[in-house]
């Protein structure tokens, strides 16, 4: 049996880990390749695109894919489409493993967006020194910002156009809580810019954010296909798999 995973996303990490060694199971992870160094998951690994649609649906027949998981980042919203025609193309059972959206709790100053655009158009209103951490690729929507001053964080650092009033922060999560409520401290940040990516690794900043009663800024997930199944968590998109290809139980992991 062979699995292809899609994604470079902690949950895709954590699924590949769970079904390491499982006898009978060939194992594919494809990341992306858009971070320099990637943390790679167990198995086999590949990197780059694979040429849409078309591409996609050529490389499972060719490799005989029992199971597609589409375990990109919530926001990689071209893939999961490519994944959804291929997989149906390809007649490869398909599975979503997205992590849920974050939820606001009373405390809150949040203001949603429905583009990073429409969030650069927000922030002349609400503050004049942003903590932007919604990635290094989106960062031309706030280029034409010349009044904020920006402190940018990513893995990789950014290429223009960018703010031209901007500090980049290279770093990775998980991020806690202590730390961002003194980086907050620390930039005298009074404006949050976040994608509702979800997953704990980087909600720290929420956190901090409600406690320092700075307004977060949050940027609306894209649509997703539908009719694809979805697994909250890796856990169950091994349990998924188990049943759809017959494969031993994974034990459950302390």
């Not at 959206?101 to 809150?108: A, I, K, Q, T």
């Not at 940018?152 to 990775?172: F, N, Q, Y």
Request: charged share 20%; net charge negative.
């Amino acid at each position: 049996m062979h699995v292809l995973i899609l994604g470079g996303t902690t949950e895709a990490r954590r699924l590949a880990e769970l079904l390491h060694g499982t006898p009978g199971l060939r194992l594919t992870s494809s990341l992306a390749g858009r971070v320099a160094s990637p943390r790679l998951p167990p198995g086999e690994v590949r990197v780059g695109g694979f040429g849409g649609t078309e591409g996609l649906t050529a490389w499972l027949r060719e490799n005989a894919v029992d199971a597609l998981i589409d375990a990109t980042h919530p926001f990689a919203g071209t893939i999961s489409f490519h994944a959804a025609r291929a997989a149906a193309t390809a007649h490869v059972p398909l599975l979503a493993l997205r992590r849920p959206g974050w939820v606001p709790v009373e405390g809150d100053r949040w203001h949603e967006a429905g583009s990073l655009e429409e969030a650069a158009g927000l922030l002349p209103g609400l503050g004049e020194r942003i903590f932007l951490t919604t990635g290094r690729m989106g960062l031309a929507a706030f280029a034409d910002l010349t009044g904020p001053w920006f402190l940018v964080r990513s893995v990789d650092a950014p290429e223009p156009p960018h703010p031209p009033r901007m500090e980049v922060l290279l770093d990775r999560g998980p991020f806690t809580l202590d730390g961002e409520r003194e980086l907050l401290r620390r930039h005298r940040i009074d404006v949050v810019v976040t994608k509702d990516s979800g997953g704990a690794a980087t909600a720290p900043k929420l956190t901090a954010a409600r406690e320092a009663g700075v307004p977060v800024v949050v940027v609306r997930r894209p649509e997703a296909p539908e009719d694809v199944p979805v697994a909250p968590d890796p856990e169950r998109a091994a349990d998924w798999l188990t049943q759809h290809l017959g494969l031993p139980p994974v034990p459950p992991q302390t």
